[in-house]
């Protein structure tokens, strides 16, 4: 009964402090302390009531279990990392957003690849993943090669579309404008229409920064060598190891939150003239 209590008062305490910085102004220190505060109360409750409760391990482990877990398995935690993220996510990442946008720029370019190009896109990306994979797996072997595949197919249409519809951004008067300069396609792609279509293409790569991971950890469950993030998290179920389960769903969210952070202050950089920008 303690530990019950013990979740009600972290419970009210998170909220109250929580309460009282949404009513002052905003400022750098209060939009980081709010979500801090609220994830902090969060993991305190969930350890107050996974010990008031007596909730079994094999359910749901305490934080305090995974946090043990983590600091013990660090090697297989990286390993798995590398495997996953640098080898799998990150190269199929760069692979499908590239030819994204080499190929939005050609349906750009000649406008009868829009009819052609643009359903295949939609008709990929209606695909499920949990279908390809294993096709994928079969035709490149189950190294870091076909969970890169599984992310270009991901990626792909996301950056396809947004970079597609970033490029038409600009209106007919700037475009006009450029050709009174006796601007060529070329010169108006680089000075004009890249730079409008900049928040459009990030908008997708920061989209395609979520699917990669997801896309990576889930072909890993269709045939992975002995390491990789899917691969351990499959494994640990079925030997009940569901501490490791969460260490490893942790290392995802941090990379994930990491890698969709990354691209929202290099966005933040490139795009500083526009509104969504400005503070």
């Given at each position: ?7 009600l008062?972290?419970?009210a ?32 409750v ?57 190929i ?10 829009r ?56 209106d ?108």
């Amino acid at each position: 009964m303690s530990w019950l209590i013990l979740a009600l008062v972290i419970w009210a305490a998170g909220w109250t402090i929580n309460g009282w910085l949404a009513r002052r102004p905003a400022t750098r220190l209060t939009s980081l302390a709010v979500p801090l505060i609220f994830g902090v109360t969060l993991v305190a409750v969930w350890e107050a009531l996974v010990w008031g409760l007596e909730i079994s391990p094999v359910l749901l482990p305490a934080p305090s279990i995974i946090a043990t877990r983590f600091a013990a398995s660090t090697g297989i935690l990286w390993e798995d990392f590398v495997q996953t993220v640098v080898k799998g996510a990150l190269s199929g990442y760069a692979m499908g957003c590239g030819s994204a946008f080499l190929i939005a720029v050609m349906i750009d370019r000649f406008p009868f690849l829009r009819r052609g190009l643009l359903p295949v896109g939609n008709f990929v990306a209606a695909l499920p993943v949990i279908g390809m994979a294993p096709i994928l797996v079969m035709w490149f072997g189950f190294d870091w090669q076909s969970k890169a595949a599984v992310v270009v197919v991901m990626v792909f249409f996301p950056m396809l579309v947004n970079t597609v519809q970033g490029l038409q951004a600009t209106d007919v008067m700037q475009r006009d404008l450029m050709r009174t300069y006796a601007a060529g396609y070329w010169s108006t792609l680089f000075k004009l229409r890249l730079p409008a279509a900049m928040p459009f293409i990030f908008n997708g790569l920061k989209i395609a920064s979520t699917l990669a991971l997801i896309g990576a950890i889930v072909a890993e469950f269709f045939g992975s060598p002995i390491r990789g993030m899917g691969f351990r998290i499959s494994t640990s179920v079925g030997q009940l190891a569901l501490d490791l389960v969460w260490a490893e769903i942790v290392v995802a969210a941090i990379v994930g939150s990491a890698f969709y952070g990354g691209v929202a202050l290099i966005e933040r950089a490139v795009t500083f003239w526009h509104p969504s920008q400005r503070r």
